[in-house]
């Protein structure tokens, strides 16, 4: 472990030789296409397929109606009540996008233009679209069943007596919250968005599905981060049991959290065994855009109390979410995250939050890279900001005097959560030398002099990770790993963890090369397909490492307690006194031959054993599953410095600098790479990135030309550093850092543009932070 | 709608000739009825550049392209860059540096570093960046890509003569 090991993935993609699932191809396969709303809301009056049906290659044409008692509703994991979501409308459409009829045809150019055929009549109803209008008295409501447009109101945090928050608020005890406020010194009052946008992997969603009816199996190829769970939801829909049906997530251009499980998988299956041949859909760009969940969305009102030495006291939010217009897998559970990290690194000893997610005629939102934390960390940093500018104290001073100390941890914070391990101020300090800060102060000073707006942004994140134990997450808080060491002595592993470029194949076969003192090169790791890797969670919420690494270790031990067995079998010898290394099992000061055995030795007598140690079976395959106690949170600090064009409002992101603390590093070069994409995906927001609707519920944004994810030359070289602090919560010390990147990178980036133009009394400016917002500022600031 | 044409093209050294409907576009020229999948598509608007290809040795986004306007063209895809078993040393970059993470930019990523590096064998950082604005990563943030091409042109300048793919 440690080691920069280049990554034994990239050999076939480097070539175009990895199977992505629009290479998926089976004979006799059709093609389907989905007919969407042009409308955000209204009532489905006629849709006619007459001349879709007689298009040349068309095999089937079917209404959301006729779906309707052939499929369940799209799955939701959560406890709370939740409106019908039906993969087809039969009735009604919700938002922009939304399916309405379903093509299969011959091939998918014959699929799409029988799409233009089919005649769609829909009485359109007002949109909602804003999500504080949304909770006006007597508002339109997205679902008549609903009273109003609140998917769900919770208060968590200090009064509170449910660790899980409450929705009663009549049982909430705000004395405590009350007398923070009243002894404050200064209150910092703000109220903050953070903008609605889109995962964007290059890769869109596909689907293959093939149900054989003679077999009574359904085998389904999906871009899904989550096949076992995938499998579950899937086999159900077509009344079939899990172990007739296999979910294969093939090699998948991104996922960042978007790709789990929607309706269109439904519909694959179905229509595959209603027409008894394999169905295949691939989303296109524009319909990703419409239908693959959004992000974010959040109203923030945060006040914080603080002393005027710049201690905080106490921080109030008030969190609007805008979910969109149905529930998807985790779309209610994703925001009240948001929560648990609202104390950021610092020693808050009073946070209460008032959480109320609002439907609207919008695509639901669900997970996407940080999952509620960005908002958090966005929300948290931001205020440090203002109360630093209040009390006119130096930002980072600001964030030192309000750390959590290392002897505190665990620290269990007043949000909720109990911190596994920090040494924030020792990192807060590397990130200061690293960007010479005292300098970078003085050169603004100077510039500024000059009547150039530059700022200096700062940001102390938190990540949330290795969600677990079982009662943390709604599916699961545990992975699934197994380790077989065959016959030929090579070990192959499988994780219920499926990677989709994080590295998996490399980064877990180091951790067991370790473990069993072989090469990498001898390990092969397998995943993505149910049928090879038992069971799992996957790869979600930074957590493959701590806790899939975990469970293949515990399945590695148990293959070492065999193979020690074994070999002091064959050796004479106790199995206490059996070491590993060198790709060797045997004495220590043993040689081969005299007292040590390759792998391959151990394995050929443990598969053909001549005598069988007592209690012990032969062979030697075992599996594991790990289920962690606690979650684990690294942290990290980043510093923006940019400058902004007085006559454009153009941002220029000059540096970029940062130390994160991600506990034990398996492969920095790895650690690197999620590091730099999720900074990449910060700064998007910041800076370029938000979806926006019209009034009637229309997406203004709806390809590559309107949305604009960041290109090489909008990012500088991210300038980087680490501190390592191991976790005691797990025995490879690990903490994940899938999503850090994209937590700290926002708020560091709208701060500094907020620094930029503070001299122009600015004080706040929600992002995304375009040209045309900034120009308009700085142009009213000088009109004075 | 079906009205078919003869493309006969030449793809990655070989000679080919497929009859496809007029309004085929390249990229599914190459995908479909050559098997040749490495050519990916990321978007419906000539933003992504996951689908890039060397047409007469000049990268193109082969979403844009109809395959009858490639007709009597050289086209190199990524299958073709690899010889004789040993990567293209813009293969090798990616590999070397973690220029990548998911892979599904990454075949278009290196075409259009290909005609990069032909145009500007040493480019500086500023030029690599500026070079790629045709292609999307979601996943690298770019500056392992970025030093990806470094490596790559530092290669290619010691072996010479361009490297292996030209």
Known sequence: MGRRLKRREDPALVQGLGTFIDDVRLPMMLHMAFKRSDLAHGRIV??????????????????????????????????????????????????????????VAENRSQARDALDAIEVEIEELPAVVDSEAALEERPTLVHADFANNVALRIFSGTGVAEAAGTQDQSTVDDRELEAAFAEAEVVISQRMVNPRIAPSAIETRGVVAQYESAREYLTIWSTTQRPHAHRRFLAAALGLGEHQARTIAPEMGGGFGAKKIYGEDFVAAALSKQ???????????????????????????????????????????????????????????????????????????????????????????????????????????????????????????????????????????????????????????????????????????????????????????????????????????????SVTVERDGRITATTGSSAHGQGHETSFAQVLADQFGVEPGAISLLHGDTAVAKQGVGTVASRSLVVGGTALLSAGDKVKAKMAQFAAQMLEARAEVITFEGGTVGLVGGLAGAGRLSFAEVASYAYSPQQLPAGVEPGLSEEAFWEPTGMTFPYGCYIAQVEVDRETGEVDLQRFVGVDDCGTIVNPLIVEGQIHGGIAQGIGPALTEELKYDEQGQLLTGSFMDYAIPRASDLPTFELGATVTPSPLNPLGAKGTGEAGTIGATPAVVNAVVDALSELGVSHIDPTLGAEKLWSLIKHAERG | MSETVVV??????????????????????????????????????????????LIDGQSAKSCTVFAVQAAGAAVTTIEGMARGGSLHAIQEGFWEEHGLQCGYCTPGMIMSAADLLQRNPSPSEAEIRSGLDGNLCRCTGYQHIVNAIAFAAKQMAAEGEGGNGS
């Open chain 1, 275 to 481: 027409l008894g041949a394999p169905v295949k859909w691939i989303e296109d760009r524009s319909e990703a855009f419409l239908t693959t969940t959004h992000a974010r969305d959040v109203v923030g009102y945060i006040d914080l109390a603080a002393k005027r030495d710049g201690t905080v006291t106490a921080l109030k939010a008030r969190l609007i979410a805008d979910i969109g217009a149905y529930e998807m897998l985790l779309t209610a559970f994703i925001p009240t995250l948001t929560h648990g990290l609202l104390s950021g690194g610092y020693a808050i000893p009073v946070i209460r939050s008032e959480l109320i997610e609002v439907f609207t005629n919008k695509m639901p939102t669900d997970a996407y890279r940080g999952a509620g934390m960005p908002e958090a960390i966005f929300f948290v940093e931001r205020s440090m900001e203002l109360l630093a500018r209040e009390l006119e104290m130096d930002p980072a001073e600001v964030r030192r005097k309000n750390f959590i100390q290392p002897e505190e941890f665990p620290y269990q914070t007043a949000a909720g959560n109990v911190y596994d391990s920090g040494e924030y101020e020792r990192l807060l300090d590397k990130t200061l030398e690293m960007a010479n800060y005292e300098e970078l102060r003085a050169q603004q000073a100077s510039a500024r002099a000059k009547g150039r707006l530059v700022g200096l942004g700062l940001s102390f994140y938190i990540e949330l990770c290795a969600i677990g134990p079982s009662t943390m997450f709604p599916d699961g808080g545990w992975e699934y790993g």
């Open chain 2, 8 to 53: 006969q093209v030449t793809v990655n050294g070989e000679a080919r000739s497929v009859e496809v409907e007029a309004r085929t576009l390249l990229v599914h020229f190459l995908r479909e009825e050559l098997g040749l999948t490495g050519t990916h598509v990321g978007c419906d608007t000539s933003q992504c550049g996951a689908c890039t290809v």
């Open chain 1, 46 to 103: 006629r849709i006619d397929t007459g001349a879709a049906e007689s298009m040349p290659g068309v095999r089937l044409v079917v209404t959301g109606a006729d779906l309707q008692d052939l499929l369940p509703t799209v799955p939701v994991m959560t406890p709370f009540p939740y409106p019908e979501h039906h993969a087809v409308a039969p009735d009604m459409v919700r938002y922009v996008g939304e399916p309405v009829a379903v093509v």
